[in-house]
C-alpha cells in the first residue's frame, strides 16, 4: 500500500515508526513531515497538515490507498472528507464525527443525549453572563475555550478571580482568538485522570490499553497546562470495575451515540475521564490519537497498525486482530526553555546517538540543520520511551536515557509514573 501520513508530531513520528513495520507497506508520505518522519518515508514539507486541496492533489498524485489523518486540527479542517471526495481511502473522523473534539458545546449535548456522566457545565459568549455565573458557582470550577487550543484553553480554578481572569482573557482580550469567542463553564472534578483509547470503524469498538498523561508543567502537576509532559500505561491503580464503566459507558456509548445522530466516528477515540468518588467521569472527548499517549502506546502494540487502519477506513476492524504486549511503558518529552509560553529555537540536541537500542526517541519540535546538525524548533522537542516488566524498570531506563541527551534549556519532568502504583483513595469531602 502506498500511504500518506498527516501531521508532523512526536505522535506521528510514532505512527511511522510502527507503519514501517508493516508487510502491506509499499511506499510511506508524509506530509508535512518531521526529521523523525524522514527515517522511514518521504516528506513533503510544502504541503501544510490543514491544506485539504493540497493534501488532496498530493495523494491523488501518489496514488495513495490510505491516508491517515492522526491529529486534531487536520480532522477539524476536513482533510478526511476532501480525501474521500477524491475517492481515496482515510482513516480518521469526518469533520463532522470530529465536532465531537472541536466543539466542547457538543460533546456536552451528545453526553446529555447519550447519558454520559460529565461535569455540570454552560456555554457563554457574553462576559458578564459567564462573570455572573462563575461568581454563583462560588470558587472552584473550569473555564474553557469552547474550541480548540492545543491543550493551553483550560484554565482549572480554585477561586472566582481566576475564573473571572479566563473569562475576560477568552471573551474579552481575545487571547484564544475565534476558539475562545465562546466558553464553557464546568464544576470542578476531583479525582484522577485517565486516557482511554480505542480503535473504531464506527460500529466495533477495540480498546488500547489505558494511559495517564502529565498535562502541567511542573513535577507535582504544578505550573500551567501543557499539551502533555509524559505518558505511562497501563495504570495499575485503576481497578478492573472502572476500567470496563470506561468501555462500555464512556468510549462504546459515545461512539452508538455519534452513529445514533448520523455521524458515525470512525478512527481513533480519546476519552479524557475524571476517576472520581463517584465513579468514571468525562471531562472531554478527543477524536484522534494523543501526544505523546501514542508514542507510549504503539510500542506495545502486537498487531500491524496499518491493516487495523486499513480495516476501520473499511468498516472491517472486527475482521482484524488488536493485541498488546501489556508490558509497562513510559514517556518522558523534554521541551524547550519558556515552554509553554513562547520558547526560542535552533538549539543544537546531542546524545541521540548513546540512547539505547531499545529505547525509541520520537521527535517533534526538532529539524535537521544543512540536512544534517539536529536543532530544536519548538515547544515540545522529542519524547523519550521506554518499555519493562514493571512500571519501575520502564521509568528507570527512560529516564537513564533522557539524561544521556542534551539540549540548552531542555526542561522534563522527573516524575513521569512515579504515582502508577499508588492506590486512589477518596477522602471524605
Ligand atoms: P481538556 O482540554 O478538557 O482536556 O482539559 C485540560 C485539563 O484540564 C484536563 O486534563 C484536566 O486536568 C483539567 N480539567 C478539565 N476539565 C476538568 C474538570 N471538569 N474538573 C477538573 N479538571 C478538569
Ligand atoms: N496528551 C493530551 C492530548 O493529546 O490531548
Given at each position: 500500500m502506498n500511504v500518506l501520513l498527516i501531521g508532523s508530531g512526536g505522535r506521528e513520528h510514532a505512527i511511522a515508526w510502527k507503519i514501517a513495520?508493516?508487510?502491506?507497506?509499499s511506499k510511506l508520505w508524509c506530509a508535512p513531515g518531521n526529521a523523525g518522519m524522514a527515517e522511514f518515508g518521504e516528506v513533503?514539507?510544502?504541503?501544510?497538515?490543514?491544506d485539504t486541496q493540497a493534501i488532496r492533489a498530493l495523494a491523488e498524485r501518489i496514488r495513495a490507498d490510505l491516508v491517515v489523518v492522526s491529529s486534531d486540527d487536520p480532522l477539524a479542517a476536513g482533510v478526511v472528507d476532501a480525501v474521500q471526495a477524491a475517492d481515496i481511502t482515510a482513516f480518521g473522523a469526518t469533520r463532522a464525527a470530529a465536532e465531537l473534539e472541536w466543539s466542547k458545546s457538543f460533546a456536552n449535548d451528545l453526553m446529555a443525549r447519550a447519558a454520559i456522566d460529565t461535569a455540570a457545565n454552560r456555554t457563554f459568549t457574553d462576559p458578564d453572563e459567564a462573570t455572573a455565573y462563575a461568581r454563583s458557582l462560588g470558587g472552584p470550577c473550569v473555564v474553557k475555550a469552547d474550541g480548540l487550543a492545543a491543550?493551553?484553553?483550560?484554565t482549572v480554578c480554585d477561586t472566582t478571580e481566576q475564573a473571572v481572569a479566563a473569562i475576560d482573557a477568552a471573551?474579552?482580550?481575545?487571547?484564544?482568538g475565534a476558539s475562545g469567542s465562546r466558553v464553557v463553564i464546568v464544576e470542578r472534578m476531583y479525582g484522577r485522570e485517565v486516557s482511554a483509547h480505542a480503535f473504531t470503524d464506527g460500529v466495533t469498538v477495540r480498546h488500547m490499553p489505558f494511559s495517564c498523561d502529565h498535562k502541567a508543567i511542573f513535577d507535582g502537576n504544578v505550573g500551567p497546562n501543557t499539551g502533555g509532559m509524559g505518558v505511562y500505561a497501563?495504570?495499575?491503580?485503576?481497578t478492573d470495575a472502572q476500567a470496563e464503566a470506561i468501555r462500555r459507558e464512556v468510549t462504546e456509548r459515545a461512539v452508538s451515540a455519534m452513529a445514533g445522530i448520523g455521524r458515525p466516528f470512525s478512527g481513533v477515540i480519546y476519552p479524557g475521564v475524571m476517576v472520581t468518588a463517584t465513579g468514571p467521569r468525562v471531562f472531554e472527548y478527543n477524536g484522534r490519537f494523543g501526544d505523546p499517549e501514542t508514542q507510549v502506546l504503539l510500542p506495545t502494540l502486537q498487531s500491524d497498525l496499518l491493516a487495523i487502519f486499513d480495516a476501520c477506513a473499511h468498516g472491517r476492524?472486527?475482521?482484524?486482530p488488536v493485541e498488546w504486549s501489556g508490558a509497562a511503558s513510559v514517556g518522558v518529552v523534554m521541551a524547550s526553555e519558556g515552554y509553554p509560553g513562547p520558547s526560542p529555537s535552533g538549539r543544537p540536541i546531542t546524545g541521540l546517538d548513546a540512547v539505547d537500542a531499545d529505547v525509541q526517541v520520537f521527535l517533534a519540535g526538532a529539524k535537521r540543520e544543512d540536512s544534517a546538525r539536529l536543532v530544536t524548533s519548538g515547544g515540545r522537542v522529542l519524547c523519550v520511551v521506554a518499555q519493562g516488566a514493571t512500571m519501575e524498570e520502564a521509568r528507570a531506563q527512560a529516564y537513564d536515557n533522557v539524561r544521556r541527551i542534551h539540549f540548552a534549556g531542555a526542561q522534563y519532568r522527573t516524575d513521569i509514573g512515579a504515582t502508577a502504583s499508588e492506590p486512589l483513595v477518596f477522602a471524605a469531602r
Amino acid at each position: 500500500m502506498n500511504v500518506l501520513l498527516i501531521g508532523s508530531g512526536g505522535r506521528e513520528h510514532a505512527i511511522a515508526w510502527k507503519i514501517a513495520q508493516s508487510p502491506l507497506l509499499s511506499k510511506l508520505w508524509c506530509a508535512p513531515g518531521n526529521a523523525g518522519m524522514a527515517e522511514f518515508g518521504e516528506v513533503v514539507p510544502e504541503v501544510g497538515a490543514t491544506d485539504t486541496q493540497a493534501i488532496r492533489a498530493l495523494a491523488e498524485r501518489i496514488r495513495a490507498d490510505l491516508v491517515v489523518v492522526s491529529s486534531d486540527d487536520p480532522l477539524a479542517a476536513g482533510v478526511v472528507d476532501a480525501v474521500q471526495a477524491a475517492d481515496i481511502t482515510a482513516f480518521g473522523a469526518t469533520r463532522a464525527a470530529a465536532e465531537l473534539e472541536w466543539s466542547k458545546s457538543f460533546a456536552n449535548d451528545l453526553m446529555a443525549r447519550a447519558a454520559i456522566d460529565t461535569a455540570a457545565n454552560r456555554t457563554f459568549t457574553d462576559p458578564d453572563e459567564a462573570t455572573a455565573y462563575a461568581r454563583s458557582l462560588g470558587g472552584p470550577c473550569v473555564v474553557k475555550a469552547d474550541g480548540l487550543a492545543a491543550g493551553k484553553g483550560v484554565t482549572v480554578c480554585d477561586t472566582t478571580e481566576q475564573a473571572v481572569a479566563a473569562i475576560d482573557a477568552a471573551l474579552r482580550d481575545g487571547t484564544f482568538g475565534a476558539s475562545g469567542s465562546r466558553v464553557v463553564i464546568v464544576e470542578r472534578m476531583y479525582g484522577r485522570e485517565v486516557s482511554a483509547h480505542a480503535f473504531t470503524d464506527g460500529v466495533t469498538v477495540r480498546h488500547m490499553p489505558f494511559s495517564c498523561d502529565h498535562k502541567a508543567i511542573f513535577d507535582g502537576n504544578v505550573g500551567p497546562n501543557t499539551g502533555g509532559m509524559g505518558v505511562y500505561a497501563p495504570p495499575a491503580w485503576l481497578t478492573d470495575a472502572q476500567a470496563e464503566a470506561i468501555r462500555r459507558e464512556v468510549t462504546e456509548r459515545a461512539v452508538s451515540a455519534m452513529a445514533g445522530i448520523g455521524r458515525p466516528f470512525s478512527g481513533v477515540i480519546y476519552p479524557g475521564v475524571m476517576v472520581t468518588a463517584t465513579g468514571p467521569r468525562v471531562f472531554e472527548y478527543n477524536g484522534r490519537f494523543g501526544d505523546p499517549e501514542t508514542q507510549v502506546l504503539l510500542p506495545t502494540l502486537q498487531s500491524d497498525l496499518l491493516a487495523i487502519f486499513d480495516a476501520c477506513a473499511h468498516g472491517r476492524l472486527a475482521e482484524v486482530p488488536v493485541e498488546w504486549s501489556g508490558a509497562a511503558s513510559v514517556g518522558v518529552v523534554m521541551a524547550s526553555e519558556g515552554y509553554p509560553g513562547p520558547s526560542p529555537s535552533g538549539r543544537p540536541i546531542t546524545g541521540l546517538d548513546a540512547v539505547d537500542a531499545d529505547v525509541q526517541v520520537f521527535l517533534a519540535g526538532a529539524k535537521r540543520e544543512d540536512s544534517a546538525r539536529l536543532v530544536t524548533s519548538g515547544g515540545r522537542v522529542l519524547c523519550v520511551v521506554a518499555q519493562g516488566a514493571t512500571m519501575e524498570e520502564a521509568r528507570a531506563q527512560a529516564y537513564d536515557n533522557v539524561r544521556r541527551i542534551h539540549f540548552a534549556g531542555a526542561q522534563y519532568r522527573t516524575d513521569i509514573g512515579a504515582t502508577a502504583s499508588e492506590p486512589l483513595v477518596f477522602a471524605a469531602r
